[in-house]
């Protein structure tokens, strides 16, 4: 079967719109009609017009569209398509952790279930972390989940102490400093560019730390023609298609020869699974309505600081 062919066909029969993160595979980048980080995927989440979303990427991403969009039908091409990240903050252990520590505001990273950010004061991407950290006074109490590594990089640049959760993505704690060292020997000249839920030997050494879509857009802008990149390698499908000229070598992880750098999630999105989902319109993405009520407060709220 040609599935291009067929999703194409469908998507305009169904008035649905694709939207693909940047670590999707190749196939499905091409034939999304966006693609963007999660702060850019949520954006557009809110304002399509489209009868149906089909979510390429894993989970929460899935029910952060659900809840911007609660009028829409949301699919996801596998449902088993989670996010470790997110299974690093169950809702219950991270409820009793601000129960520990009142007169805190929470601030919670988009890789997080509907049901913690119900918990949650206010949104952040990797892109405006920093942005909303700011934007609350220097004395502010701040809890910081569920992402240590990026917390701890936000204190870094801001000279806050954030309370931090301690979660981790099991792509980004991989890469190995040394690994990086070893291949800066090999590409003397090459630009480090590294996503901030890395750990910090690794992010000490970046030249440029950054989301996904400002790692893109660095590359676009720079004069270098090479580039160490330490993030999923997803990225890479769209750093060549912009930038043919450059050379994107991918951060490699502490074990040589795995795929580590490859996230298991966003992989088990296919094409065949993509046009199976829009045939059958499952599996759905379903938000309690009390939760996505709650969650709604702290993501609209990133949307309108984020402007």
Known sequence: MDYIKEIKRLR??????????YYQCDEIQDIADYIGDSLALAQYAAKTDADIIVM????????TAKILSPDKKVLVPDAEAGCSLADSCPADAFEAFIKDHPGHTVISYVNTTAAVKALTDVVVTSTNAR???????????IIFGPDYN??????????????LWNGGCHVHERFSAEQI??????YPDAKVLAHPECKRPV???????????????YAAEADTKQFIVATESGILHQMRLQCPDKEFIPAPPSSPGCTCNECDFMRLNTLEK?????????PEILVDEQVAQRAVKPILRMLELSK
């Open 203 to 217: 992010l000490l050494l970046a030249d440029f730390v950054g989301s996904t879509a400002a790692i893109l857009k």
């Open 150 to 163: 990026l917390g701890n990089y936000i204190n870094s640049v801001t000279g806050r102490n954030m309370l």
């Open 181 to 186: 060292l070893q291949l800066k020997r090999q």
């Open 56 to 63: 390429c990427g894993v989970h929460f991403m899935g029910e």
């Open 12 to 21: 305009k029969k169904k008035n649905a719109v694709i939207m693909a993160h």
């Open 131 to 141: 942005k909303i950290v700011e934007s609350f006074p220097e004395d502010e109490k």
């Open 274 to 282: 993509l046009y199976r989902c829009l045939r059958d319109e499952t």
